[in-house]
């Protein structure tokens, strides 16, 4: 036998799904994340799904190694070296903050401190034309600084160097030269080729920051890996929503950033098109996080800039809305009132129902006392959950709240719908978009049992649940593909376009790409090539990406027209309005090369006649009332069959809970289809 294997190692759980190249079916397994050997953790929940690593004939996974680093500050001490006269440009920053009204706004501590800043002489202009050659002496001054203070990384950032980055070269090889191995040097036009000094000059501390940490993860997963007996390169997910092998992970590991979470919206817009829908809001919420993302007329939504924990980063990435709200959050009474979250009982010692040490209520104690888990098939048998403790848990606060433990275990799960609930309008309504048109898509292993009330306080009418909903993002990772971005400035204006340059530049970024797929083992047939060029109207600052049909597009006579059209249609969608009169300009080149996998042709969905039968009834309580409730087993439902609420429906990696006014439908992929509000 030979599987395709993904995994998500998360902050609570590792998710596990495999793919039976022979039989055409799927298997998912977790077992909890063990912080202190990540290995420990990977290969237990590996074991549950395929005999030996030796059978395995593709393998991806999805790491949070380097944002855990950013978001926890453990990331490796870096120093940063930029052209001489522009040293305070990383703490400068910008003048402008997104929340502008709020009170309580603090602007990040920057990764680097000013005293941890260099410069050295040299310039270009914007044209990419030297002025003045590289202070060679400056920059070997910085590595000896570097060396004898203990540095673990130098990020370079010149000016103008995404035009030519002659001296960013030069100055890598003399560092490499003088620290060797054991200090990692990061340029900035590697990590992001691009225009904006202090995006780019962010972009690269970010790598700097992160990198170290990475790089030592994706080292010791392959040399285990190998130890185990895998044979096939060990695949890293990107925060595009592409995958790379992990030596080309290793080299460029800011592209990891985002690796865990994306899976999910890569099987959100797998999953869409098998519903045959075109806009989903994806919720994947874990024991850790709950995280909140887009699919826009059937494609994931990516961005080619964002943030991360504040600090801006230069590269393709799924837009991501995360809050701390997961199964593990933690509730507690501040200022007599009631809070949940962002603190986590993460996996050690995690919920107190997990038996482990922990004392303090959390949203899965709270969903244990109102009797929304089952405790003696918990991560499918796997675990018992101890009822018991979670009572323990929930009374001490309720306690200290003058609360009944009914009351309050109710009023842990609200507060935590309400914060996932304004997540979702994050990303929806303060962008124009009315999540009553969406259908809410609802994995991890916590997001089935609130997904219902989530979508009704959001008005939105219709659930999914996936296949395999625990193990979602592991899922979405086997049918995503093989991606590499390439950017270039290409600065004008529409009157000045010279249309066979353009087209140049553009065949010969996707020659380039071609090359990067190749290496990567993607065959000629399944590789293609898209284009797009950012575009502004003269005098703007933000541009929108107006897609292009090939290379050498152009070229072409009509193509002024043609563009302008494009961006006038792009603009009025986005900002509802548009000036096609007004004279455009032309900023960056973006190519996107894409290397399709092996299809996979699963084999249509049916109810497993050999699993347990036990459909039994247990007392659930919804809104303050307790209803005798019907708890089934998940892999036992058959395509078509409807079940009216209130029931809990439980699997091996999530459970399911249909509200007393909900009803719940399979569909022939095996998805549960909940219908909220609507049990007649």
Known sequence: MTYRVAMDIGGTFTDVVAYDEHSGTYFAAKAPTTPGDLAEGVFASLGRAVDSPGD?????????????????????????????????????????????????Y?????????????????????????????????????ARHAKDKGFDAVAVSFLFSYVNPDHELLAGKILEHELGEDVVVVLSHQVAGEW??????????????????????????????????????????????GIVNASYARRHPLQTLLSGPVGGTMGGAAAVDLLGRRNAICVDMGGTSFDVSLVLDGR??????????GFPVLMPLVNLQTIGAGGGSLAYAEAGGLRVGPESAGAVPGPACYGRGGTQATVTDANAVLGRVDPDWFAGGHMTLDVAAARRAVSALAGELGLEPLEL???????????????????????????????LLAFGGAGPMHAVEIARELGIGEVVVPRFPGAFSAWGMLGTEVRRDLTRQFFTLAADLDGSAMARALAGQEAEALAELAQQGVPAERQRVEHVVDMRYEGQDYTLAVPLLRAAEPAGEDFLATAAARFADLHERRYGHATPEAPVEFVTLRSTA?????????????????????????????????????????????????????????????????????????????FLVIKVGATA
């Open 196 to 241: 904006r000094e202090y995006e780019r000059t962010s972009s690269a501390v970010l790598e700097a920051y992160t990198g170290p940490v990475v790089r030592r993860y994706l080292g010791r997963i392959e040399e285990r890996f190998a130890e185990h007996g895998l044979t096939v390169p060990v695949q890293v997910m990107q925060s595009s929503g």
């Open 409 to 439: 275990a109710d009023g842990i799960c609200d507060v935590a719908n309400a914060k996932m609930a304004q997540a979702i309008r994050t990303l929806t309504v303060e962008h124009g978009l009315e999540p009553g048109e969406f259908v």
């Open 56 to 104: 395995i004939s593709f393998f991806v996974h999805g790491t949070t190694q380097g944002l855990n680093a950013l978001l926890e500050r453990k990331g490796a001490r870096v120093l940063l070296l930029t052209s001489a006269g522009v040293r305070d440009v990383y703490h400068i920053a910008r003048g402008n903050r997104d929340r502008m009204f709020d009170l309580h």
């Open 106 to 142: 603090r602007k990040p501590e920057p990764l680097v401190e000013r005293r941890d800043t260099m410069e050295a002489g040299g310039r270009f202009d914007w044209r990419g034309t030297e002025l003045a050659p590289l202070d060679e002496d400056a920059v070997r001054a910085a």
């Open 594 to 670: 894409l290397g399709a996998l092996p299809e996979i042709s699963p084999v249509p969905y049916a109810a497993d006649e050999g699993a347990s039968d036990a459909v039994r009834q247990r007392p659930v309580v919804f809104g303050g009332r307790s209803y005798d409730t019907t708890v089934l087993r998940r892999e036992r439902l058959a395509p078509g069959q409807r079940i009216d609420g209130p029931a809990i429906i439980v699997e091996a990696t999530s459970t399911t809970v249909v509200p007393p006014d909900s009803s719940v439908t399979v569909d022939e992929n095996g």
């Open 300 to 309: 994931p939504d990516v961005s080619n800039e964002g943030s991360a924990d």
